[in-house]
């Protein structure tokens, strides 16, 4: 089955423990994202890859990272969390040219 | 870059069609328009793309005039199941930027009974 897994689903922490969210996807993707979703703001891209080893900022990068070694693979780290980085989070695939994107089921994160 | 506006909320009944119009004055040539539906507590799920006139699905109809400042996402026969958020995007997917993408902040849409 086609899909973009999440680890984990939720996640309390607090504020400067190092994390890092895991997305791994199936469909051999060149796009991968992620997106954090507020109340009221809808989805923000945070950052993105084009492929293995190719990756740029989204609209708000500040105080996170990612990394994409392997195509499937691509990690979302908070290397020291805020409270103002409690949010929903999603990754996302999608195949070249114009293609659906494919969404995680998300990440709930709060930072204490 | 194009600005999205779309309502934040509708009600509907179940059995009515829905009309969802979003509006992106500055679409650029090459933008494609796009609707995702998202339901509490899942990832959005893609419904529809088109670049221009009418787009036709198992699910949903997309309409686009010619001068693409707007689109409306239409749900034929509503059901309970429909109820969801649904979100209106414009991007540039052949440029391959990703980050072309621009979404809009949703329509919270409200079937009952």
Redesign the interface.
């Known amino acids: 089955e086609a899909q973009?897994t999440q680890n984990p689903r939720y996640l309390i922490t607090v504020t400067g423990k190092k994390l890092t969210v895991t997305c791994s996807q199936n469909m051999n993707h060149e796009?991968m994202?992620w997106y954090r979703q507020d109340p009221?703001?809808?989805?923000?891209?945070i950052y993105?890859s084009?492929n293995v080893e190719v990756t740029?900022?989204?609209?708000v990068p500040e105080g996170y990272k990612v990394s994409r070694k392997e195509k499937r693979n691509f990690p979302l780290i908070l290397e020291s969390p805020s409270p103002n980085q409690t949010s929903l989070y999603?990754c996302?695939s999608?195949g070249?040219?114009?293609?659906?994107?494919?969404?995680?089921?998300?990440t709930r994160l709060t930072v204490v | 870059l194009a600005k999205i506006t779309q309502p934040i909320s509708m009600d509907s009944y179940e059995g009515q069609e829905v009309n969802i119009t979003c509006s992106h004055n500055n679409i650029a040539t090459n933008d494609y328009i796009t609707w995702y539906q998202q339901f509490p507590s899942q990832g959005p799920r893609f419904i529809i793309q088109g670049y221009k006139t009418k787009v036709t699905n198992e699910v949903a109809s997309l309409f686009i005039p010619a001068d693409r400042k707007s689109s409306t996402l239409s749900l034929p026969r509503v059901s309970l199941s429909d109820t969801a958020v649904y979100y209106c995007l414009v991007g540039d997917g052949y440029a391959g930027n990703n980050r072309k993408l621009i979404w809009g902040l949703g329509t919270s849409l409200a079937v009952n009974p």
């Open positions: 973009v796009y994202s009221g703001l809808g989805l923000r891209q993105y084009m740029d900022k989204g609209d999603f996302a999608r070249h040219m114009n293609t659906e994107a494919f969404f995680g089921q998300g």
